[in-house]
């Protein structure tokens, strides 16, 4: 269950949150965040203040990564919803 989902990167950033719920792609009721180019920022950050550094680390501590590819009904669930509602 997600709480709220934070979309990084140049694709989410020009991704319309309407849109993709829409259609599929995003789930709805759920609080969406689109920082940007989030790495960049945070090299930038940490090269310009390294006395950040456990800061940052204790930030996302709690963050977890989901590997779809190891979820057991990931390949099905994205084959069904390759066809748009």
Do not use: K
């Amino acid at each position: 269950r997600l709480s709220r989902l934070i979309l990084c990167g140049g694709f989410a950033a020009g991704l319309d949150l309407d849109s993709a719920t829409a259609i599929g792609l995003l789930p709805a009721g759920i609080p969406v965040e689109q920082p940007g180019n989030t790495a960049l920022a945070g090299a930038v950050m940490l090269a310009a203040h390294p006395e950040l550094a456990s800061a940052i680390t204790d930030r996302f501590a709690g963050a977890e990564e989901v590997l779809l590819n190891h979820t057991a009904d990931f390949e099905a669930r994205f084959a069904d919803a390759l066809l748009l509602p």
